[in-house]
């Protein structure tokens, strides 16, 4: 299984920027995907951007597309999350994740088997 560990979380005020980044060890071959997750208190987990690990197609949530940025260093098996103009709604706790996915446009949780323990964001207005 895939060890993930989230970092680069805090608080900003509205407009500003973070860079969450997850560390990545024991990667198989079962692994095509790294994505990022959020989920906001009282409310359930959502998708928000992908990567084609290895490759370099790039997927996101409309309500962060133009804003975030998702990336990965294959040599050092990091992949970042550039969050910027950010907003309150962007409040939330951020997973990293590993999974095999059909890159079809669903990215369901239970196609994704390993996962960070998470690094909050907090937005102020």
């Known amino acids: 299984q895939v060890q993930l560990v989230e970092s680069g979380g805090g608080s900003v005020q509205a407009g500003g920027s973070l860079r969450l980044a997850c560390a990545a060890s024991g990667y198989n071959y079962r692994i095509n995907c790294m994505a990022w997750f959020r989920q906001a208190p009282g409310k359930e987990r959502e998708w928000v951007s992908g990567?084609?690990?290895?490759?370099?197609?790039?997927y996101y949530a409309d309500s962060v597309k133009g804003r975030f940025t998702i990336s990965q260093d294959n040599a050092k098996n990091m992949v970042y999350l550039q969050m910027n103009s950010l907003k309150p709604e962007d409040t939330a706790m951020y997973y990293c994740a590993a999974g095999l996915v059909s890159f079809d446009g669903r990215w369901p949780e239970t196609q994704f088997g390993s996962w960070g323990q998470g690094t909050q964001v907090t937005v102020s207005s």
């Open positions: 990567i084609q690990r290895g490759g370099r197609a790039t």
